[in-house]
């Protein structure tokens, strides 16, 4: 009535966040590119970081300067 809406968020979990991290290493080793897979939420939070074998370190590092 008083014109106020109130909104839900649908907020990620870490098992979700898995899963995610699950499809994007499947990819990577398909394409043979070792990466490392950050999953963040709307504001840019980090929830879940996972580096394959042979994934470079400095790649995380940029990662997080650039959601900056």
């Not at 968020?9 to 990577?28: F, M, N, P, Y």
């Not at 950050?38 to 370190?57: F, H, S």
Request: net charge positive; hydrophobic share 35%.
């Amino acid at each position: 009535q008083g014109g106020l809406t109130m909104l839900t968020i649908k907020r990620l979990s870490l098992e979700e966040a898995g899963v995610l991290i699950e499809g994007a290493t499947r990819k990577s080793r398909e394409i043979g590119v070792d990466q490392v897979i950050a999953v963040c939420d709307e504001g840019g939070n980090l929830i879940k970081l996972e580096r394959m074998d042979g994934g470079r370190w400095d790649s995380s590092s940029l990662m997080r300067r650039l959601r900056r």
